[in-house]
């Protein structure tokens, strides 16, 4: 069964910093991973997406990166923003059997950005 | 190309009520998750449809909860009876499916609240 953990489970930075967050899932067997951002009380929002033949993907200030062979992803967020304040999400699309693409989460790092 | 359409946004139900919960998928999509999030936890898997056909249901509670997806018309989560413990975010995400590897877009989710 498909495990997904992030840590940390909250952060604090000032404005400005570069900030790391992390990811691991303990099968390997995945079609592509996700990083998600959800506000208070909305839905999500996709990030990026990694396929698992795939190491990283960029998007303006955030990269992700992928190991899939340890089971790792890194989110990494440069010159961090107040207006990047949100709950971040991991996911894995887990392949075979009927799992047919269906996301496993990680319970996500709650990232505050203060000025 | 309007994105994942969830409604109603907010739905209040007393114990005992039903709760119809529906998800109209983007457009040229014919596969749609749910996932549930409860107070404080992370999102788990429910149910994966595709047009009329349910393909895995592990995630969805044995007693109360259906949900299907009809040739014409959105994708409807049905809870009957509902309890206090049902009161959490539905969350549908719709992809267009290509072995696994697609991206998966949520909609803003439903906010069922029991009393």
């Known amino acids: 069964k498909q495990e997904v953990t992030q840590i940390p489970a909250a952060l604090s930075v000032p404005e400005g910093e570069n900030l790391v967050l992390n990811c691991s899932f303990t099968?390997?067997?995945?079609?592509?991973l996700q990083w998600f951002r959800q506000d208070p009380g909305k839905g999500l929002t996709s990030l990026l997406l990694?396929?698992?033949?795939?190491r990283e993907q960029t998007s303006g200030r955030l990269n992700a990166s992928l190991d899939k062979s340890s089971g790792r992803s890194t989110l990494y967020i440069a010159a961090s923003q107040p207006g990047d304040s949100a709950t971040y999400l991991c996911?894995?699309?887990?392949?075979?059997?009927?799992?047919?693409?269906?996301?496993?989460f990680g319970q996500g790092t709650i990232l505050t950005v203060h000025p | 190309n309007a994105g994942v359409m969830q409604n109603p946004r907010h739905l209040v139900r007393r114990r005992g009520q039903e709760a119809r919960l529906r998800c109209s998928p983007m457009k040229g999509h014919s596969h749609v998750y749910w996932y549930r999030q409860l107070p404080e936890e992370g999102l788990k898997f429910m149910v994966y449809?595709?047009?009329?056909?349910?393909?895995?249901e592990s995630g969805m509670p044995k007693e109360r909860f259906s949900a299907e997806f009809p040739k014409e018309g959105p994708s409807i989560l049905r809870i009957q009876q509902v309890v206090r413990g049902d009161s959490a975010a539905y969350f549908c995400a719709s992809s267009p499916w290509t072995g696994g590897a697609t991206e998966a877009f949520f909609g803003q989710g439903t906010r069922l609240t029991v009393v």
């Open positions: 449809l595709q047009k009329e056909n349910i393909i895995d």
């Open positions: 996911a894995v699309a887990n392949a075979g059997g009927t799992s047919y693409g269906k996301l496993t």
């Open positions: 099968d390997s067997a995945i079609y592509n």
């Open positions: 990694i396929q698992s033949s795939q």
